[in-house]
């Protein structure tokens, strides 16, 4: 956390400056993440959604803003035999999740263009989280909304650079009421660089499964209501590699 608090003081100064300028604009969409380099021998892919904050100054071409993307990597959901603190034991299921935040601060130069198509590059820099849960649910509980017990099994992060680019296009002429520029679509793609991190994977690639080396088998311990034999569930295995990753982007950007 001490490494981040640089990036947080950044981060309250940076959001006073918003509140001083015109040009805002407020954006939501789908993320598809695609690991790459030694990454990918551990993590098949990625979905979430993106959410994101810029300004762009009076006159200039330039955009600045940040960036919050949350990402699903892996899932696993099992029933298992879970003993309650008053000694009581019932089947429960079992879901172990694997996600990634990104929180990056970055600056967009939009490229001149005469046509509803806007091409943009970007550069970014920030944080990424990368975190694994197991939480126990009440199958009897069938929209899931208050867990029985949750845990975090790993916690690590980096700090990370991206750079990408990508297109706009104006969707206002399609409303009569709206003026121009105000609804915009977007699509990009970026490349996302970090140093060293541990995370675990609950469905490392059938390829990789068979022959790996480097890893540790996380466990979970539970409770056989017949025999009353305690036996170890495995929930994923720990890995440590460079952050490397692709994002690819589609979304909506309001702007007033």
Known sequence: MKALTPLLVFLVAFSST?????????????????????????????????????????????????????????????????????????????????????????????????????????????????????????????????????EILLRDGTFVLSAGGGVQYDLSGMFKKLNSNRLIFTVNANLILGGMVKYMSTNAPDHYQHNHQSNTDVMARFVNTQTQVVHEHHVGNVYQSMAQMVDLRAGIIFRR
């Not at 030694?38 to 600045?64: A, C, L, W």
């Not at 008053?86 to 089947?91: D, E, F, L, R």
């Not at 970007?122 to 990424?128: E, I």
Request: net charge negative; with cysteine.
């Open 18 to 150: 918003l509140a001083q300028t015109a040009n805002r604009e407020l954006g939501l969409g789908y993320t598809y993440m695609g690991p790459i380099g030694p990454m990918q021998n551990h993590i098949r892919q990625g979905h979430g959604f993106t959410m994101e904050y810029y300004f762009t100054p009076d006159q200039k071409r330039v955009s600045y803003g940040m960036e919050l993307m949350l990402t699903q990597y892996g899932h696993d959901r099992s029933k298992q035999e879970y003993t309650f603190p008053n000694g009581t034991v019932a089947p429960m299921d079992i879901v172990v999740n694997n996600n990634v935040t990104n929180l990056l601060l970055s600056a967009r130069y939009n490229l001149p263009s005469e046509s509803l198509w806007r091409p943009f590059i970007a550069g970014k820099l920030g944080y990424a989280w990368f975190t694994t849960n197991l939480t126990i649910y009440d199958p009897d509980d069938f929209d899931d909304c208050a867990p029985i017990d949750s």
